[in-house]
């Protein structure tokens, strides 16, 4: 929370409470102000100097910017804590592929069929990369807009656009502006020529500074332009300082509240480091502390699918159980004389189940119920999964559409519920108690599906 309500109501007029705000006092519309459930403009009375000062200070500490369009839209930035523990990280890092317009046809296909087909379906989600980063390296403004258009065409990601030659980025940037490019790099040196041709067709703005001193005149002089949406590079020449640097950065945003570095960063692994090893060992570093977009010169399926699901892990939300959606989720390809078990939704719980269920090749559905992300014998004592409310979700899901039959399988260590369940489902459905530990799904399910077929 950047501002909590007791500042918030000492810059409110206090007029003994008018309540046209639909708040009963002052206080009231302050505290939820401060939570973000109301907006400024509800009380008529604030002049504009402090509807603005209200405004900056709730404003997040770390801007959100966005690359790219449509559903590849990447956000990052809006962070609210230095530490996953403290609450959670918000907006995962942007893993992004570079590809220079020096690199020959094969090898550029190669990697936009890498960004557009590298997707691991992995515990409910599709991890996958985000951003291209297209550098221009060959001199040759025509090749490198080419190669811009060729991309553009060719894929629906978000670009980075890299040039230190200021024709060829803005070319570059008008050709995919629809896309909402993050045009690099703003410096010191380009920043007056560079202004008037990014305000004049607005996309995310990449600055880069020798050190992090210099980017602050840099951010100060675009917000004054109005230009908000920009990524910090503190130009820094090996990993130990690019760790050093982000770290500053995070910190100063968020514990001392310092607007001109309230942004998210970029990091370069493909430059500051030597071979493929180290450059995913870099990013996997930079998935730590703090980089918001991380650019590797090229990955494998070996080398990115390691690097997403330590993303994950670092991005998931320490105060939620990974969780799978509740629904019937199918095995193979089941039919109506198909086995049916049911399961609680934590996520680890769901693999081990459908992965057993898989290795016995017995085509099957299970049915996944809602329990906050706990493992069944949890929820059952917490009481998320009761016979009572696991019945009422098999009569919902849609399960008895689906079979013929009318046996269901529960876990072992649940047995308890059988009883309950059986009353829940009216009779209808015979409860089988299958085995306790997933382990046992192999020597248990093939002679059970036989039997239903029988
Ligand atoms: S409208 Fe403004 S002055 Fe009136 S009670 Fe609400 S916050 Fe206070």
Redesign the pocket.
Known sequence: MPIAGSGIVKM????K?????G?P??FA?AMKLASGGVTVDK???LSEEVKDKLLDALAPPIKLVTVGSGENAVKIGNEEVVYRHEKTFVHSPAITLRISDKEDNARVEEKIKKIKELQFPWVGVNLKADLLALHFESGNKDRFLALTKKVNDATDVGVVLISEDMDALFAARDICADRHPLIYPITKENIEEALPRIKANLTPVGLRGKNIEELIPLTTRLKDAGIEELVLDPGSKNVLEGIRDQTFIRRAALKQGFRPLGYPTIAFPCFLAKDGLKEMIAGSAFINKWASIIVFSDFDQYSLLPLLVHRLNIYTDPRFPMAVEEKYYEVGEPDESSPVLVTSNWALTYFLVSSAVEATKVPAYICVKEAEGLGVLTAWAAGKFSGDSVGTFVKKCGIEDKVKHRKIIIPGKVARIKGELEDALDLKWEVIIGPRETTGIGAFLPGFAKQLKG
């Open positions: 409110l007029p206090g007029r409470p008018c309540k046209d705000c708040f006092t002052c519309f009380c008529p009375y």
